[in-house]
């Protein structure tokens, strides 16, 4: 598949889709400055723009979509596991938790997983690649639906099983509705012995498995608070046709999307920054930590500290 080619948009295109910010507080307006991000690269072929076109989403036309804020009746996003995960197997769902807290600051919980037939009728396929099961998006989807409790935000479901989304993909790492504020992400191809990678310490696998996680988890949520694929800085909504594209992507929200999430939720940026620097540190991922300090040491804060 050849989409158009990528016009990679200018200054002046970025600046418009992060919006006028002079109403918002100086902290604010600071933590958005453009010249503190990267813009996109030209993508390599095989990248997610090299197949897909996608015009971006800027933040007014976010606010024309009419996304579903957080209100007080909901404000809760859950994580579901969709099966028991086997001994060994299982992600951190306590280091998924809290990382999702300081992420879009808001209350999480994890509900039990469902019985074990709970996935009967979901449709399936052999990856004729792989030789392994996998589960159908859609089906799954529909399913949340049925599950999203009264004072959930959102429901992203968590599986051990590999995705598609139909019969033209190979796989999906995730799915998620921009309306019905449900999605799902696998975890499965997370762990690099899904493809034969074995000579990686326990410890390098635990952080690389998380850092993975954690990308994917904030790329699907950010889809149901209505945020669609960036196509103007580096990005954690970024498309991702492979895991060697989403491994080089960043964790953090550009500008425009972290305005977007900052019109939604309403958090303190501030604050924000300060949890998800504390969660970076003690998940080992010093570069995201570094990079949250300079961040925080730009508006003044107190709570930076050198790392």
Known sequence: MNAPQF??????????????????????????????????????????????????????QFLRSHPHFPDDRRRTIYLQPLEHFKAGEGRDLARLQAFTEAYFSMRVKIPAAPPADALKGVSSRINPDTG??????????????????ADAYCLLGLTMHDLYPGPEWNFVFGEASLTDRVGVHSFVRYDPRFEGVSDMTPAQRTRLI??????????????????????????????????PESDSQPLQLCPVDLRKLYESVRFDPVARYAHLREFCVQAGFQDDARWIERQLARVGNKASRSL
Request: with cysteine.
């Open 132 to 149: 392994k099961p996998q589960l159908l998006t859609g089906d799954l989807l529909e399913r949340l639906k049925l599950r999203l409790p």
């Open 7 to 60: 016009i990679r948009p200018d200054s002046t295109t970025r600046n418009e889709a992060i919006g006028p910010v002079t109403e918002l507080p100086h902290a604010v307006q600071r933590l958005l400055d453009s010249a503190e991000f990267t813009p996109i690269a030209k993508p390599a072929p095989g990248d997610w723009l090299a197949n897909y076109r996608e015009p971006g989403q800027t933040r007014a």
């Open 210 to 243: 998380l850092m993975r996680s954690c990308k994917v988890l904030a790329h699907e949520t950010g889809h149901m608070f209505g945020l669609a694929h960036c196509t103007y800085f580096r990005c954690v909504m970024n498309g991702s046709n492979s895991l």
